[in-house]
């Protein structure tokens, strides 16, 4: 039997790559994570909010343009990831399950898309720069760097 694109993703804090999703004061889920898009020899570096209702479609988004690699402070990234957080008020680190989305944002695709893979099966891709990339099974909330 084939198994088909995810409904929805699983994600677990864990200390590595997975550190800002929970859940609000209101219910809604959050991701707050850096993504980054490499194009041209040129590396844009972002700081993305990502909000779900409580089934886990997305509800709204703030994405920020830190700047191009190199081009701006150190710890310009951690203090608009702080600013960011403190945005959300009240919230608890969690693990959350978000559906398949994607938007359009500073001329670029970001998301999490589904890829079909070639002899078959599904990727999950962190995008623009598929810094994370989830496998199945998706409840173990299994991913790639």
């Known amino acids: 039997m084939?198994?088909?694109?995810?409904?929805?993703?699983?994600?677990i804090p864990d200390g590595f790559h997975?550190?800002?999703?929970?859940?609000?004061s209101d219910g809604r889920l959050f991701l707050v994570d850096g993504q980054l898009e490499f194009e041209n020899r040129v590396t844009r570096d972002f700081v993305c909010t990502f909000i779900f209702d409580?089934?886990?479609?997305?509800?709204?988004?703030?994405?920020?343009?830190?700047g191009v690699r190199g081009a701006y402070a150190d710890g310009k990234v951690?203090?608009?990831?702080?600013?960011?957080?403190a945005v959300l008020g009240d919230h608890v680190t969690a693990d959350i399950w978000i559906r398949p989305f994607h938007v359009e944002s500073h001329g670029?695709?970001?998301?999490?898309?589904?890829?079909?893979?070639?002899g078959g099966g599904w990727r999950v891709e962190f995008m623009p720069g598929n810094t994370l990339s989830f496998y199945p099974p998706w409840d173990a909330g299994g991913y790639d760097t």
């Not at 198994?3 to 994600?11: E, F, T, V, Y």
């Not at 951690?78 to 957080?85: C, I, K, M, T």
């Open 2 to 11: 084939s198994i088909g694109a995810p409904q929805k993703i699983h994600l």
């Open 18 to 24: 997975i550190h800002n999703v929970g859940r609000l």
């Open 54 to 66: 409580a089934d886990g479609h997305l509800t709204d988004q703030s994405i920020e343009l830190v």
């Open 78 to 85: 951690s203090e608009a990831v702080a600013r960011h957080l």
């Open 108 to 118: 670029t695709v970001f998301g999490f898309i589904p890829r079909a893979l070639e």
